[in-house]
């Protein structure tokens, strides 16, 4: 199987613009999960979508969103970009409870300037 | 709420050496705990995972880690490093509240002296 897919890898983008990360699950996985990955904060959860429905979310502001489709790819929007949004964000993916294994895309390196 | 503590933000040891990279975790039942390991550039690869049962686990690579509860620990060891083994490593545990969310620890960046 094809493990988990992320576009685009890396990205530059200027202070208050708009971004939109995807991310394509394991054939099979039902759920989606994103983490922002900073040197200053470390991993942390932005939130997970299973079945298209976000069932767990981080403690982020509002200008992260994201959301899930029928065929179980996801993606992320971040809005009014800041400068301390550039990081590493990962996608992991795994076929439906607490007890599943999570597999990590290998990131989207975002960087604001 | 459900934390990870990995007291060793650096690690060094010689090729062959073995290896004991550290964690500690505050959970308020058994926990479901996780080793992950990244290398520059790339994401999380598992290496391996304790739900329950033995608490002594087998990974890939070479690792294992041992589940202590009376110590809320769960430490990775491997008997003899390779220099491939540079990388960082997390642990890591499902928190509570249903869904899948992972809480990481800081890290441990690991060097291997040839």
């Known amino acids: 199987k094809a493990g988990v897919t992320q576009t685009p890898r890396y990205l530059i983008k200027t202070r208050g613009q708009q971004v939109t990360l995807s991310c394509s699950p394991i054939?099979?996985?039902?759920?989606v999960s994103w983490y922002q990955q900073t040197p200053g904060q470390g991993l942390q959860f932005l939130f997970e979508?299973?079945?298209?429905?976000?069932?767990n979310k981080g403690n982020f502001p509002g200008r992260f969103s994201g959301r899930q489709f029928s065929n179980s790819r996801s993606e992320m929007n971040v809005s009014t970009l800041e400068l301390g949004d550039s990081a590493l964000y990962l996608c992991?993916?795994?076929?439906?409870?607490?007890?599943?294994?999570?597999?990590f895309g290998p990131g989207t390196r975002l960087t604001v300037l | 709420a459900q934390s990870v503590t990995q007291p060793d933000i650096h690690i060094t040891v010689s090729e062959g050496a073995s290896l004991e990279l550290r964690c500690n975790y505050s959970y308020g039942a058994t926990p479901y705990l996780f080793w992950y390991v990244q290398s520059p550039g790339q994401g999380l690869q598992l290496l391996l995972k304790y739900f329950s049962g033995d608490t002594l686990v087998q990974g890939i690579k070479g690792f294992e880690a041992e589940f202590k509860r009376s110590q809320s620990s769960f430490n990775l060891r491997k008997p003899s490093v390779h220099w491939s083994d540079a990388a960082e490593y997390f642990c890591a545990v499902v928190s509570t509240g249903g869904g899948n969310k992972l809480t990481f620890g800081t890290g441990t960046q690991l060097k291997v002296e040839l």
């Open positions: 979508y299973f079945s298209e429905t976000q069932r």
């Open positions: 992991a993916s795994s076929e439906t409870g607490r007890t599943d294994t999570q597999y």
């Open positions: 054939s099979g996985h039902r759920s």
